[in-house]
């Protein structure tokens, strides 16, 4: 049971979906008490006197869209906030989100508002919302179930979950313990763990809301980590002869004012190549195009320590 006081005449506004949704469902429930008359509609928050106002905003995890990511850029259609406004974070900082929250924060002292927050000017004021040991053991008991399988967490709050479960004896059939991936299918028989799945995140390109293979996100981290080097080599078709010096173009490889010696060097490693290679290879490019990607990409690792991505070009002529 919460109850919301409130003095001196100041009310309360709500913003963000979910903290509506979820405010309404615990009102109903009586189990959030909030005072006759104090209550203010979003849509009504702008004509208060905002030195009475206190407004709940979901959003502490800087998530994208949330009402407080949005107050924080000033992008909110229901509120502004001012400079002698105070922001109170009452969450702790989830691990992996450390970079957003704190970008969302660095713009609240941009619009110079007074901010709380975990490791901040503050104490910690965090109230958890998961339930201790006790109260596990407690909805434990009460339920007393068949079959018992801990959710949401890390693999060793599950086991510790499932370790409080056998150690209650209250669950008559089986604690299961499961992670990403492992179906169980009940049946009238019972509970059966079946054959792994393929379990995780899925890539889409924004546009398509295509799939993106695990190769295209390989070659996509690959080229901006190391850049790509096309190599374009002119050959008579007839002769199968050399056609001028190999062109070599690069993008976010090397700077153009440093590069240009390897990349002359590179040029000689292409001959080299072409030079060595047997009539029988000559006339097969796709030979030829993956005997020059690996005694260049040999040669430019050990120059630069760098493993662009390497695309011979041939271009018979």
Not at 155 to 173: D, E, I, K, N, P
Not at 217 to 244: C, F, P, Q, Y
Request: aromatic share 4%.
């Amino acid at each position: 049971m919460i109850d919301i006081a409130l003095e001196n005449g100041r009310k309360v506004g709500i913003v963000g979906r979910s903290m509506v949704d979820n405010v309404e469902i615990a009102h109903s429930l009586n189990m959030l008490r909030i005072p006759d008359g104090s209550m203010v509609r979003p849509q009504d928050i702008r004509t208060f006197d905002p030195k009475k106002l206190v407004v709940l905003a979901s959003g502490t995890q800087a998530e994208p869209m949330s009402a407080l990511s949005r107050i924080a850029v000033d992008n909110h259609r229901l509120l502004t906030i001012e400079q002698s406004d105070t922001v109170i974070l009452s969450a702790r900082i989830i691990p992996g989100n450390e970079k957003a929250i704190f970008r969302m924060i660095d713009h609240l002292f941009r619009r110079q508002v007074l901010v709380y927050y975990e490791g901040g000017r503050s104490s910690p004021i965090h109230v958890s919302g998961h339930g201790s040991q006790e109260e596990q053991k407690l909805l434990l008991s009460l339920v007393r179930p068949k079959y018992f399988i801990p959710l949401h967490g890390e693999y060793r709050q599950l086991f510790q979950h499932a370790a409080l479960a056998t150690q209650l004896g209250v669950v008559s059939g089986e604690v299961i313990l499961l992670e990403s991936g492992h179906p169980l299918e009940f049946t009238p028989n019972g509970a059966f763990r079946r054959e792994p799945v393929t379990a995780g995140r899925v890539l889409v390109d924004s546009g398509s809301l295509e799939e993106i293979e695990e190769v295209v996100v390989r070659d996509r981290r690959h080229l901006a980590e190391d850049g790509v080097v096309v190599t374009i080599i002119a050959i008579d078709k007839h002769t199968g002869r050399l056609e001028g010096s190999p062109e070599i173009v690069s993008r976010g490889f090397l700077p153009s004012d440093d590069g240009q010696e390897v990349m002359n060097k590179a040029r000689e490693v292409i001959l080299k190549t072409l030079e060595q290679s047997t009539s029988e290879e000559k006339t097969d490019w796709s030979v030829m195009k993956e005997k020059i990607r690996a005694d260049l990409k040999r040669f430019l690792n050990k120059q630069t320590a760098k493993r662009p991505l390497i695309l011979p070009v041939i271009l018979e002529i």
